[in-house]
């Protein structure tokens, strides 16, 4: 195998700047809590994935709930992949397990934690999205918005001593049916960086997680300053760019 919101709407307008600089605002230890009430045993949704290591969903189509897809710079899709290394795609599933740097060619991304998550240790153990309530990553669409959640999430190879829990939203935004999107990232709990075999020990050091989103057109990104650092996990939990420490 391979290696075996409802958002601020002007932030995303924005970061289609080149010249953004990110502002850190706050510095709280707050959580912010994820939002849920859509059904399934965690209220995340009734969609997940197994147990597994550098997998993905199936081609999830997204014009219930973007009738019009999403217009993510120069591409409208219509379609994206939920992967277990805490992030989506829209050009085909995504295994790799070490964050590449922004940009990506080639490789429409929405990251709010691209690493290397392990959700193969679960409580019961189970595939079935029925039986298990942490470790797990779901997803959840609705008209007008799309939400993924990593549940508790361990790192490779099977730790679960320490967690992260996060959420990425999509939310449509504009005169509906023009594809325009907001996106919110959450963080609730950070507590690894790096996976064994991204050079980390314990859940740190080596390469650590990034998080952003990349057009894949090697021009527009966005990368959330102090990526692929040591200290990327407590700057996405208790920092902020719209006030709200754990919101970007």
Known sequence: GMRGVLAHRALFAALVSTSLMIGFIGNAAAEVALIDGFGGVRGFGTSCLPPNDDGSSEVIDLTPAFPSGLRFFDSAHTSTYVNTNGNITFSGALWTYTPNPFPVAAQPM?????????????????????????????WHLERGRMVVTWDAVGYFSHHNDLRMSFQLILTESGCGGSGDFDVEFRYNRCEWTTGDASGGSGGFGGTPGQAGF??????????????????????LCTTSNVGEPGIW
């Open 110 to 138: 929405i990251a709010p934690y691209w690493a290397d998550v392990d959700i193969r240790e679960r409580s019961g153990g189970s595939s079935d999205c029925t039986t298990f309530t942490e470790n797990g990553v779901w």
């Open 214 to 235: 990349d057009a894949g057109n090697s021009t527009d990104y966005v990368e959330i300053p102090g990526s692929r650092t040591g200290t990327i996990h407590t700057i």
